[in-house]
């Protein structure tokens, strides 16, 4: 399993196409606020939900093997108990990580998505990490343990 800052950082530097499942279609929305941030950092994210047609301007899928472009990480936005079914799926399509959110810790999941060849991540947001390693805490007091005297490339005027 991925729980190290190089490989997270890998992880989010060298997979651009995100299929968020369980995505809501409500601003309000903790899936909502992630998926919102990653398109504005360049990601391209593909929605997940049977509820919705499009979310965020994107078409939204009813399941993961109903998108028909490549994925490369699955990010899992579902109950602890609702993961297995979507690790089948990931490896089933060819995605390249499966990444279980805040409070989503199904590690025989992840178990099963590392025997596929793909990576794992528990218990942590993409977009969280995206900010903690890329610079988009900022001066939030947030204390990422990475420090850098690099402006963000997204404020520069």
Known sequence: MVDDIPGLR???KTNRVIA??????DWFRPSYFAAKYMIEHG???IPVNPRY???????CYKS????PTKVDIVDCFRKTEDI??????AIAIGAKVLWQQLGVTNAEAARKAEAAGLEAVM???????????????N????NTKVISAKRPQWLSY
Not at 124 to 132: D, S, V
Not at 139 to 142: A, F, K, S, Y
């Open 10 to 12: 890998r992880i989010l």
């Open 20 to 25: 968020v499942v369980g995505l809501s279609g």
């Open 43 to 45: 990601y391209t994210v």
């Open 53 to 59: 047609d499009s979310i965020l301007g994107q078409k």
């Open 64 to 67: 993961l093997r109903d998108i």
């Open 84 to 89: 297995m079914p979507i690790a089948e799926d």
């Open 123 to 137: 218990d942590r947001c993409l977009k969280i990490e995206h900010g903690r390693l890329f610079g988009g805490l």
């Open 139 to 142: 001066w939030c007091g947030v």
